[in-house]
């Protein structure tokens, strides 16, 4: 179901004609974080239990899986986005994908209790995103 990152493509397409790029990475972003609200973290007392939850959100959405694990320095999260061919998203938006995940995954990090001063950072390797919330 490639329905979300075609519109998330037509969105960028849409707002890359009247604001620069930093302000559509801030909106994708913050659409990230309002995205986190729907991932239900009550029950999460683990890793594994909070990567469960947020894969519901990302079955809902149909945009892919998420690994997480912990090393010294930070949580590393691989986002999986699933096949996205050109013709659903183009190259021009993959970066604001990872500025989604990146949102949600602040947000729910934020809600556990992490602190504001730590950082969550995303990028894509290969065909996989790796977000790193920590150092």
Not at 11 to 25: K, N, T, W, Y
Not at 80 to 91: K, R, T
Request: aromatic content about 6%.
């Amino acid at each position: 179901m490639p329905g979300v990152p075609i519109l998330l493509a037509q969105i960028v397409a849409e707002l890359s004609d009247v604001a620069p790029v930093p302000q559509i990475e801030s909106f994708v972003f913050a659409l990230g974080q309002r995205l986190a609200t729907r991932v239900y973290l009550n029950d999460a007392a683990s890793l594994a239990e909070l990567e469960d939850q947020v894969n519901f959100l990302w079955r809902e959405l149909g945009i892919g899986r998420s690994r997480m694990a912990a090393d010294a320095t930070a949580i590393v999260v691989h986002h999986d986005p699933g096949h996205l061919p050109d013709d659903v998203i183009e190259a021009q938006a993959r970066p604001y994908l990872a500025e989604l995940v990146r949102g949600t995954f602040d947000a729910c990090f934020r809600r556990l209790g992490s602190s504001d001063k730590t950082q969550t950072t995303a990028k894509w390797v290969k065909q996989m995103i790796e977000i790193r919330h920590g150092s």
